[in-house]
């Protein structure tokens, strides 16, 4: 079953805006990290927030992870048309015996 | 160092053949694991493997395997292909240095598998 379950499912903002993304997951995670992927190609590591974090940055981005909720958001500031892409979030596994989870995503569509 | 090289790009097949797509990791890791993303499922944790030896198993077919040899690349094999097993199949390698799982997944580009 889907760990992490991105919202919203897609969203269209104008050059200059800021886009968040949240993203649910359901049992208890060692880390989360987002991930990009644009039009068929694969999949580029953006951010990892380990459970112990509450933020992170890096650069335009801006993560934040609540344990308590189980839910993340990533905020892409001053978004550019480069930005439209499809964006994930994983759960990071915390033993040998699990893997990464992937939510649906949720399609951005930055309009110039 | 060089990416997660995958090949073919492409690929089209008929229901019934069998298929073999190749992965190649960043050089060092030894950790990669295969993804089936469809637009319906989206995408789909198939196997993963570690130094040769299987480590973990998604819910799929026994149709779907895979191997990996001593230089770490890695194939994945898809017997008596179905209409259903069009996909990109992304293969991703990481660094198994430090705590389990706290090292991101680097994606090659896929192999577009299209069945008809």
New interface residues.
Partial sequence: SQQGEEDPQALSIQEGENATMNCSYKTSINNLQWYRQNSGRGLVHLILIRSNEREKHSGRLRVTLDTSKKSSSLLITASRAADTASYFCATGPDNYGQNFVFGPGTRLSVLP | KAG?T?TPRYLIKTRGQQVTLSCSPISGHRSV?W?QQTPGQ??Q?LF?YFSETQ??K?NFPGRFSGRQFSNSRSEMNVSTLELGDSA?Y?C?SRSTEG????S???????T?LTVT
């Fill in positions: 997660v995958q694991s993804y989206g995408l944790f993963e480590r973990n998604g990109l992304l991703a705590a389990y799982g706290n991101p997944l680097h994606f090659g580009n896929g577009r």
